[in-house]
């Protein structure tokens, strides 16, 4: 049994490193084997970026060499698929190289698109990528005073990013003494401060607690950089000094490309994990990439690679899979630079979270290392 | 003129609303969307979004299994 995996990111490299523990005895005697593609040698601790932004981590911390993360006889090529032939079982990469498959996993994320919307990109700040959270360090440092509006796009990865930057960028500015220079305005696609009723029922009364103003059913259409102002699509004006964006995001061209979804997100199943269709019956869906209607987070690949890993393990043993994926996702949510809570949830049961504190900011510090581990699968 | 199903039922995050802007989003004019949805919320927080975008609201029914079936029409 061949086992192709697209994709050296959060998904991808838990299933590939669950299911070749999993089936030692199989690979050993050549009755099955891994591959796995990526687009890159390095494999990046994306939520880290947000303390990159802080001036709390730089972004060569983050990054540990792909290979280096991967069990023993697992086959790893930089090569980027190009062309998915899923009737006749096959990709082809970049290189001109063909790779044939009895099942395909694919994980291939998200990626940010501030230029979707007109004025977005040139006029905020964003923590998508490592450069931007860079930048974004940069002129948070620079700021004297003024309003620092934030504005999200949808969909987006990371669900808790809007309300976590803002309590950091709270902290940020007490700190450096601006707090009374400074207003916040946070600004949210639907009526209240956050998707999930329960967060958004806590962080409200910390937003009026800490005199940050908000402004809820906030969908923006386009930035005007001459005059300072984020439109709405509901048909509002919100003036700033600093833009900080939540952008929307897209999947990867590569998926519109080859027809699998539209904006790159793949039909799926929410339960098994296939692609849903004709030809999804050995292609599993894992990560940003699936079009479910849950938050895409690594907890989320983590927990669908959990159970892919099971399934295809399962499948080559005893040629059939064994669970469903329940839509289980937990998310950390920084509440400032030193206090944190969590949200945990799956498709029946919506999260309770407690009021933040000290000890769960230190667990979540604590996994930005331990994160190495569960990429290896030991967690 | 194209008619999509989002089905966001059992989703808390990012919930059913935020599914149904996404989406709209990528829709053409004209074109109309069903939402399923499990969260009584949907019923009340959906119509008030496309009324204040302006968008239209074709109909709203709770099946015998208490699915919201929400079909609105992009319009502008
Ligand atoms: C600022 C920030 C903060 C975040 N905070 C959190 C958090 O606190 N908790 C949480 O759970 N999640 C968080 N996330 C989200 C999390 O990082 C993603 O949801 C997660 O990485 C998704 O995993 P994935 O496997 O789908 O994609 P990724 O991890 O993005 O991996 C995609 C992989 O696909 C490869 N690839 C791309 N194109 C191709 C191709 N054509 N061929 C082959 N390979 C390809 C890439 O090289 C990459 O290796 C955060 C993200 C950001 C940006």
């Not at chain 1, 070749?20 to 005697?29: G, L």
């Not at chain 2, 059992?10 to 053409?28: D, N, Q, R, Y």
């Amino acid at each position: 049994m061949r086992v192709l995996v697209i994709g050296g990111g959060m998904g991808g490299t838990i299933f590939a490193n669950l299911l070749a523990r999993r089936i030692q005895q199989e690979m050993k005697t050549g009755k099955a084997q891994i591959t796995m593609l990526s687009a890159s040698h390095d494999h990046v601790y994306q939520p880290g970026w947000l303390y990159v932004a802080m001036g709390r981590a730089t972004p060569d911390e983050l990054v540990r060499e792909q290979e280096s993360l991967l069990e023993s006889g697992i086959e790893f090529h930089v090569d980027p698929v190009e062309e998915f032939h899923l009737a006749d079982n096959h990709v082809k990469c970049k290189s001109g190289k063909v790779h044939e498959y009895d099942i395909i996993v694919i994980s291939t994320g998200s990626r940010p698109v501030p230029e979707n919307i007109p004025g977005l990109k040139e006029n905020s700040i964003n923590c998508y990528t490592a450069e931007n959270a860079v930048e974004f360090f940069k002129q948070l440092s620079d700021f004297k005073g003024g309003r620092i509006a934030v504005t999200v796009g949808l969909p987006h990865k990371c669900p808790m990013i809007p309300l976590e930057l803002t309590f950091a960028m709270h902290d940020f500015i007490k700190d450096r003494g601006l707090l009374d220079k400074t207003e916040f305005y946070y600004t949210y696609p639907i009526g209240r401060v956050h998707s999930l009723e329960n967060v958004a029922k806590w962080a409200a009364p910390e937003f009026d607690r800490m005199g940050i103003k908000y402004e809820t059913l906030f969908n923006m259409k386009e930035v005007d950089g001459k005059n300072a102002e984020v439109l709405s699509e509901e048909g509002a004006a919100v003036k700033y000094d600093l833009l900080v964006a939540v952008p929307p995001h897209k999947g990867q061209e590569v998926i519109e490309k080859n027809g699998l979804g539209e904006n790159g997100w793949i039909p799926t199943n929410r339960a098994s994990l296939h692609m849903e269709g004709e030809h999804g019956q050995n292609v599993i869906i894992l990560g940003d990439t699936t079009n479910l209607p849950i938050s895409k987070a690594g907890s989320t690949a983590h927990f669908e690679a959990e159970t892919a890993a099971e399934n295809v393990a399962a499948t080559i043993k005893i040629g059939r899979p064994v669970r469903s994926y329940d839509g289980k996702v937990f998310c950390f949510i920084e509440a400032g630079k030193d206090r944190a809570t969590y949200a945990m949830f799956d498709y029946q049961n919506p999260p309770q979270p407690k009021a933040p504190n000290g000890a769960v900011h230190a667990f979540k510090m604590a996994y930005n290392k331990l994160y190495w581990a569960s990429a290896r699968g030991l967690l | 003129m194209s008619e999509r199903v989002v089905d966001a039922r059992g989703s808390f995050c990012p919930g059913p609303l935020m599914e149904l802007i996404s989406t709209m989003k990528v829709m053409s004019v004209g074109d109309t969307l069903e939402l399923l949805s499990t969260d009584a919320g949907s019923a009340a927080d959906v119509p008030e979004w496309i009324k204040k975008v302006g968008h239209e609201m074709l109909d709203t029914e709770q099946d015998s299994e208490g699915t919201w079936h929400i079909r609105v029409r992009k319009a502008k």
